[in-house]
């Protein structure tokens, strides 16, 4: 297990983590999400040991990450902006994986490498963005570690790779318990593969829960009450975050169980009713907007 | 990962990237070209041992420093160790590779020394191969092995000190910033910081301060601190002198060496440990460096560009303000690397304090706040003085040659390195000098302050005397006083004609040690053309040659010494008057005009004359009294 307690990061007079308390369980696919400039990147790079913590604690089973390669052989980093040491090839990449994660399994990555259409002899610096991410990513399994830590891992993959990448990561999770910790922009992507969602937002983690706890713990309504002074009591009972009326009809977003959230619907005298799941990109907007990130002013509505 | 798999790994990807190549390529080169050298210059070896039948380790160890020719091997491995350093750490630049490198489980220490052994391996396998080579090529020439080959080792050991040097200095650097040119900007500080530092502090006290200067040997204490001048030059020096013969010699100075190294590798690896590799984007991953660089730099680049710009204008003020505005503009363009940022007002409070150090020096020096161009030591607290004067006299130069009138001119007659125990009488001079100074020099009636103003105009004659105070402390202070030239000054009558100075001005007076030392060059009688030198205070040199013509040298010697010391007693104010006269007196004042050799020569680059040689074949009679000396103006082409 991951646990992250009272985090904190600054660069100089920049906070960029502050008080992050988190925790990943094994064998999960944990998605983090947040806004540009959120720290995203940063706290990946925090949990793999690259960033030293300014203060607060993180382990990795019960184990500090910053300078202990007992902990970093558990675990396998792809970051955002890849690296290749210059003159690499698929085939010299698994060489050198070789001496530094003991449990690397070329069989398996020359097998991947050959469906996904990779030349193992070809110099990775030939390769495009999509295939070198590919390659990064099939090493990445193929390490074997028990944990896996990818930055904005889908982008420049196409849909096929994609699907194909998410299958391989299932796989990898139902076979041996492999915990995958994945940041992306991408939120239909994340709400596909994701287990778990943690929000980021202005260095603070401000949402962390199951996802399908959280889809149904929010839910967007469509109400017309047949009065006002009905329309008055029941959403006096409601916990909504968001509010738009158009005439006698209610626009709402409502946080709660679903099952408790429709018992008090249906008991209101209402001429129409209408329940609906939030996608996860909803879920984060109504996320974003309850703590006060400015999303109107940002596309102009 | 175990270190034998990192470095294995390290090794291994070292090898597959170009930069590694060019290192190796490089010193593959110079191998080669030393070993072709070897070959041409052997065959020559060969043939000196074989005609001396006799030949000992000091043949080898001289002929393997020629093949590791100090200056080149140093600069070569040198400048190897810099590159193998900026290779290996210079993916800390690079937040990609930093990502890459630091999330695999491998320790900061170990990555840290990795790095150097891998290069440190290259290194130590080219020499080995090197050694191997030389000395199979002497095994051909059926040369004694076991006397070559600890020759060669020590060589290559320093050569392979030299590359640890470039290496350590130049891994510091890398690792204390962000980009190539920050590592190459600290480099250079560290290399030529602290020369341009005493060079700009020599400056600007002779620009602002009247009774203090600084010598040469404070630029050469200055380099001292430059980590690299420092090993060049003393590396260089000691794998010269040393020898496998005599380890003592060198052990203690090479140990310094080899702590100086560690110490630099020490420095690295704690930059290494305990580096921010989060601020890869800005100048230096330690935001406290940044700071001290700003307030350094702004500090460096005013007084510099002060200094320089005097030559545009003597404004202290202008030139104050304009040395700030570029020195703001040079650093933050440094720092910033883009001409936009650099004209946005950024860092202030850094930049403010390099700036307010820099005022308060120039006003501190200007007007003396802290009294250190005027300071004169308590007598009591001064074991002795040491002085140097330059004194002017009004001399005879006999007939001119052109108009047949007679002309006069000053001669500067220099008293170096002269000891002096009444302490007393020494700062009471000084302080009379600096009274003086406040009614003559220009300083203090025209101008308002001390850089904008010469202290006395060009066209004076001015005297200096430099005086060094030995403080019974063990310190030593040193000061300079220039007044008019007046040939009867009272202010330092007192101390120059004094019998102390005297006789420690010019040994030859009292000092039967000097005696004895001059004349043992002339005890060897019988034999032709021994000469006597006496160097006066002028910058003369008095050189006798006296001729064995069947008369007793010694005699001519004694008889020549002695009328010198007569015409020293007879002026104590070292008017020693030097006029035309191609002859001399006897004590009977008998006229004598030839035989004795007579040279008298002034070669004073400070006045406009030279005086040539001039020399008088003048027989030395044992009764001989006085030295008469012919001075002849000399029109030089320039005039």
Known sequence: MIEIKNLNKDFGSEQVLTDVNLQIKEGEIFGLIGTNGAGKSTLLRTITGIYKPNSGLVTIDGKPVYDNPETKENFFFVPDDLFFIKGTTPKSLAEYYTGIYPAFDTKKYMKLLDTFHLDSKKRVATFSKGMKRQVAILAAICANTKYVFLDETFDGLDPVVRRAIKKLLATEMEERGMTTIITSHNLREQEDICDHIGVLHKSSIVLSKDIVELKCSIQNVEVCFNSEEEAEKILGQLTITKKVQKGPLYILTIEGDREEVMSILHQADTSYLDVQSLSLEDIFITEMEAIGYDIQALIGE | ?639
């Open chain 2, 1 to 639: 990962m175990t270190s034998k798999h990192l470095l294995a790994n390290r090794l291994r990807t070292q090898i597959k990237q170009q930069y590694i190549w060019l290192i190796v390529l490089s010193a593959i080169s110079a191998m080669l070209l030393g070993f072709l050298f070897h070959l041409l210059i052997l065959p020559e070896f060969v043939e000196n041992i074989a005609i001396s039948h006799t030949h000992n380790v000091y043949d080898y160890e001289n002929y393997c420093k020629q093949l590791f020719h100090p200056g080149l091997t140093m600069v070569l491995f040198c400048g190897i160790g810099g590159l193998s350093a900026l290779y290996s750490f210079s993916y800390l630049h690079s937040q990609k590779k930093v990502d890459y490198y630091h999330s695999q489980p491998v320790t900061l220490t170990n990555r840290f020394l990795s790095n150097i052994f891998v290069n440190m391996f290259c290194v130590i396998l080219g020499l080995l191969i090197n050694i191997v080579c030389d000395s199979l090529l002497f095994a051909i020439y059926k040369l004694d092995l076991s006397l070559v080959i600890p020759s060669l080792l020590l060589c290559s050991a320093f050569s392979f000190l030299a590359f640890l040097a470039g290496y350590c200095v130049i891994a510091f650097c890398t690792i204390l910033t962000n980009n190539m040119i920050y590592t190459g900007l600290f480099a250079a500080l560290l290399i030529l910081g602290p020369i341009l530092l005493a060079a700009t502090i020599s400056a600007l006290v002779e620009k602002s301060m009247r009774h203090l200067e600084l010598d040469s040997l404070w630029l050469e204490k200055a380099a001292n601190l430059s980590p690299i001048t420092y090993f060049a030059k003393n590396l260089m020096f000691f794998s010269s002198i040393c020898t496998v013969g005599s380890p003592k010699v060198w052990t203690t100075t090479l140990g310094i060496q080899i702590l100086l190294i560690l110490a630099f590798f020490v420095l690295a690896y704690i930059a290494f440990r305990f580096r921010n590799t989060e601020r890869a984007s800005l100048v230096t991953p330690f935001p406290w460096l940044i700071h001290i660089i700003r307030v350094v730099s702004m500090l460096a680049i005013s007084s510099i560009t002060f200094v320089f710009s005097y030559v545009f204008d003597s404004n202290p003020v202008l030139l104050a303000i304009l040395s700030i505005a570029i020195a703001y503009f040079v650093v933050n363009f440094i720092i910033e690397l883009n001409f936009k940022d650099t004209i946005k007002a950024k860092a202030l409070i850094p930049s403010a304090i390099g700036i307010l150090i820099y005022i308060g020096i120039l006003i501190t020096c200007n007007y003396d706040l802290l009294h250190i161009d005027s300071y004169v030591p308590d007598p009591s607290k001064v074991s002795y003085c040491t002085l140097d004067t330059k004194q002017k006299w009004k001399v005879s130069l006999g007939k001119d040659i052109n108009d047949d009138t007679e002309d006069e001119d000053y001669l500067e007659a220099n008293y170096d390195n002269v000891d002096f125990h009444d302490t007393a009488a020494v700062c009471n001079m000084a302080k009379q000098l600096l009274e003086y100074e406040k009614t003559h020099a220009n300083y203090y009636s025209d101008c308002d302050n001390y850089v904008d103003c010469d202290l006395y105009s060009d066209c004076d004659y001015t005297d200096s005397i430099e005086i060094t105070y030995h403080m019974k402390n063990g310190s030593t202070v040193y000061r300079i006083y220039k007044y008019l030239y007046n040939n009867n000054n009272s202010i330092t009558k007192e101390v120059i004609s004094s019998q102390e100075f005297l006789n420690n001005a010019l040994p030859i007076i009292s000092d039967d040690n000097y005696i004895n030392d001059i004349t043992s060059k002339f005890n060897n009688p019988g034999k032709n053309n021994l000469s006597l030198e006496i160097d006066d205070a002028f910058g003369s040199t008095i050189l006798a040659e006296i001729n064995s013509d069947g008369r007793d040298e010694l005699k001519q010697m004694n008889a020549f010494i002695a009328a010198y010391r007569e015409d020293l007693k007879e002026h104590p104010d070292f008017s020693l008057y030097r006029q035309s006269n191609d002859d001399y007196y006897d004590k009977d004042n008998n006229y004598h005009a030839d035989s004795l050799e007579f040279y008298c020569y002034y070669n004073n680059s400070n006045t406009s004359y030279n005086y040539v040689n001039n020399y008088y074949r003048i027989p030395v009679p044992e009764d001989f009294t006085h030295t008469r000396a012919f001075i002849s103006k000399y029109e030089s082409d320039e005039e």
